[in-house]
C-alpha cells in the first residue's frame, strides 16, 4: 500500500494553503527525511519532509488550494502498481472544479477606507507602513484573499509602470519612477541564532538553487535568501548597473531589520557580493563567493544564450549538464523547475533584458576585483577548476586579502556538487566575523 503525504498544520491561523514549490519531480525516487516540497507562511519557508522511502507519484500542483490533513502525493515502494487515486483525479479536473478556498477559512477583515479586505499579515503591514502605500490598493494572494508580502512587494515593483498603487505623499522612499528602488522577494530558508547568511543566486536561476546546499548540514543559523531583479519572484525590471541593483538588495535587507551579516553569493550573485561590501551600506562582515563572475570578461555565451532558448525539459538538459563537473548533479527536480521558468515568457524575457544588459555581446560587462581589494572583511572564494560557464583562469590573481578554494572535479556550481565543503567554508567565515 502507497503511503500517503498529507498537507502540515503550519499555522494556528488557517485551516487551508497552497504549496510554494515541489522540490521533487514525478516519479523520482526519494528517502525518508529528504525535502518534498515548501510551503511559504509569510513568516519563513516550512519544509516539508518524506514519511518514508520509495517512489512520489501523483503530485499535486503547487497552486492549488488544499485543506490540512489533505493528500498531496503519494509514495509507492518499488515496482508497486499506482494509478487510479483521488490525487490523481484531482489533477486531471476541470480548473472551474478544483478546490477553492471556503468561506470559513477567511481570516478577520478591517475596514480601511471605504471597504473591507483581508486582513495583511504582520511582515506584509510592516512593509506597507515603511513604503506609505495605502492597503485599498492591494489584492491578497494568499489563503482567503488575505494580503502577503509578496503582493506588496509586487505592487512596489510595478509602481513605476502603473499607478494601481497609492502613494501616500511625495517624501514617500519608493519613487513611482525609480523601480531600482523596489524590494525584491525573499524567503528565510532557515531561522536560527547568531549573524544570519543572505544568499544571492546566479544568473538565470533564483533562490531555490540554495536548497541542496542547506539540505545536508542543517544549519543552526539564519539564512536569508533573496532573488535577484528579473529572477524567481522579485519585480521583473532590470536596473541600469550594478550600483542600482546593490541599492535595491540593500533596501530589502534592510526591510527585514537584518544587522550584521555575511553574505555568500554563486556566479552573478557573488559579483552583487562584492560590490554591496565595497559600498559599506550594510554591515557586512564576510563574503563567501561560490565561482563569482566579474572577475575576467570572458563567459560561456553559448550557454547564456541556449539555457534561455530551450523550452523542453529534453532541449534544456544539455545546456543545464555544463554547469556541473558531474551531470548527475542536475537533479529531476532541478530540471523541471528550469522548465517552469521557461514556461512563464515573462520571466524568460526580463532574464534575456538581464543578460543584455550585463552580459552583453557574450562578454561581463562587470568587473569586481577593485571591490575586493578595498575590503577589510574576510573573503572566501570558492572556484571549480573544471567550470564550464566561467573559466578559472579567471580567478587567478587574485588580491592578497582573498582566500582562495581551487576544487578539482567541480563544475561552475560548488556549493552543490559539493556542499558539505561549502558549508564548512561558509561556517569558517562566519566564526571569523
Known amino acids: 500500500m502507497p503511503i500517503h503525504v498529507v498537507y502540515p498544520k503550519v499555522s494556528l491561523e488557517l485551516s487551508s494553503g497552497r504549496i510554494a514549490r515541489w522540490l521533487v519531480a514525478e516519479g523520482e525516487p526519494v528517502r525518508q527525511g529528504q525535502v518534498l516540497f515548501e510551503i511559504d507562511n509569510d513568516k519563513a519557508a516550512v519544509e516539508v519532509e518524506s514519511p518514508a522511502d520509495g517512489v512520489i507519484r501523483e503530485l499535486i500542483g503547487s497552486e492549488i488550494e488544499v485543506d490540512v490533513g489533505d493528500n498531496v502525493a503519494r509514495i509507492y515502494a518499488d515496482a508497486e502498481a499506482h494509478g487510479d487515486s483521488k490525487v490523481t483525479a484531482a489533477l486531471q479536473a476541470p480548473a472551474a472544479e478544483m478546490k477553492v478556498p471556503r468561506a470559513a477559512t477567511m481570516p478577520e477583515t478591517r475596514e480601511s477606507g471605504h471597504r473591507a479586505h483581508p486582513n495583511p499579515t504582520p511582515l506584509a503591514r510592516r512593509i506597507v507602513k515603511e513604503n506609505g502605500i ?45 523601480p531600482s528602488h523596489a524590494l525584491l522577494h525573499t524567503v528565510w530558508l532557515r531561522r536560527g541564532e547568531g549573524i544570519p547568511v543572505i544568499l544571492l543566486h546566479g544568473f538565470s536561476a533564483d533562490l531555490n538553487n ?95 544564450d541556449g539555457v534561455l532558448r530551450a523550452q523542453r525539459s529534453d532541449s534544456l538538459r544539455p545546456w543545464l549538464d555544463l554547469l556541473a563537473h558531474d551531470p548527475a548533479t542536475i537533479s529531476p527536480a532541478f530540471l523541471e523547475a528550469v522548465v ?89 567565515v562566519r566564526r571569523s566575523s
Open 134 to 178: 495605502v492597503l485599498d490598493a492591494l489584492h491578497g494572494t494568499g489563503p482567503g484573499g488575505r494580503i502577503q508580502k509578496t503582493d506588496v512587494v509586487a505592487k512596489i515593483g510595478s509602481a513605476g509602470h502603473t499607478q494601481s498603487v497609492t502613494i501616500e505623499s511625495a517624501a514617500s522612499p519608493v519613487a513611482q519612477s525609480d
Open 340 to 428: 517552469q521558468q521557461r514556461d512563464d515568457g515573462g520571466l524568460t524575457a526580463a532574464m534575456r533584458a538581464f543578460a543584455e544588459r550585463f552580459l552583453p555581446d557574450g562578454t561581463q560587462a562587470i568587473s569586481i576585483r577593485g571591490d575586493l581589494a578595498r575590503l577589510l572583511s574576510p573573503v572566501r572564494v570558492v572556484f571549480g577548476r573544471q567550470d564550464r560557464i566561467l573559466p578559472f583562469s579567471g580567478a587567478t590573481g587574485l588580491p592578497g586579502n582573498v582566500g582562495m578554494h581551487a576544487v578539482d572535479m567541480c563544475g561552475h556550481m560548488p556549493h552543490l556538487e559539493y556542499p558539505v565543503l561549502a558549508m564548512k567554508i561558509l561556517d569558517e
Open 210 to 304: 540554495w536548497r541542496g546546499m542547506l539540505a545536508g548540514a542543517r544549519p543552526d543559523w539564519p539564512a536569508l535568501a533573496i532573488d535577484l531583479p528579473a529572477h524567481g519572484r522579485s519585480p521583473r525590471d532590470v536596473p541600469e548597473d550594478l550600483n542600482r541593483m546593490a541599492e535595491q538588495v540593500e533596501a530589502t535587507i534592510a526591510s527585514e531589520q537584518v544587522g550584521p551579516l555575511v553574505i555568500a553569493g554563486h556566479s552573478f550573485g557573488g559579483a552583487l557580493a562584492a560590490r554591496l561590501a565595497s559600498r559599506g551600506q550594510l554591515d557586512i562582515r564576510g563574503l563567501c563567493l561560490f565561482a563569482p563572475a566579474g572577475l575576467g570578461p570572458e563567459i560561456n555565451a553559448a550557454f547564456v
